[in-house]
């Protein structure tokens, strides 16, 4: 058995109508999961509570009574990794890990994006807002590890 990677699999989620000048704009995006998927839209975290993909980004829901504790757009998470929302058509997410210190630790791969470079988001599950940014980049000499952070507003 591999890594968590074999666990969860790629949710694939097409993304089109969106603004080519404004990344960070409100225009609505048209979001759907191919029908052939067998990737899961939702990871239970308890008996209770949950991870879902939703038109609207990731969204930590009750289960018991499908209320959303908090939603992460998938334009938030572009505007993150430097993204351009209007220049991709897919982009591929999966929950990776519970890390110790329990930010969730989301894999994110998106078309066109540059050979040998992979993408990480740790996610604060209390309020869904992105703590850590990492880029993996393949460069010539090794690899170099990118890390982007927000600042501690408390």
Do not use: H
């Not at 992979?118 to 980049?137: H, Q, R, S």
């Amino acid at each position: 058995m591999g890594k968590l990677a074999l666990v969860a699999a790629f949710l694939t989620l097409a993304l089109a109508s969106c603004s080519k000048d404004d990344v960070s704009s409100d225009t609505d995006l048209v979001v759907s999961s191919p029908a052939d998927s067998e990737a899961p839209s939702y990871y239970a975290i308890t008996d209770t509570e949950g991870i879902g993909f939703t038109k609207d980004g990731i969204a930590y829901e009750y289960i018991s009574n499908g209320k959303t504790r908090w939603v992460l757009s998938y334009q938030e998470i572009a505007k993150r990794l430097d993204i351009d929302i209007s220049k991709i058509s897919t982009i591929k997410i999966t929950r990776d890990q519970i890390l110790k210190d329990g930010l969730w630790r989301f894999d994110v791969r998106f078309d066109g994006q540059q050979e040998g470079t992979a993408y990480a988001i740790d996610v604060d599950p209390e309020n869904g807002e992105i703590e850590w940014v990492i880029t993996l980049e393949d460069l010539p000499g090794g690899n170099v590890f990118t890390l982007s952070f927000s600042p501690n507003e408390k």
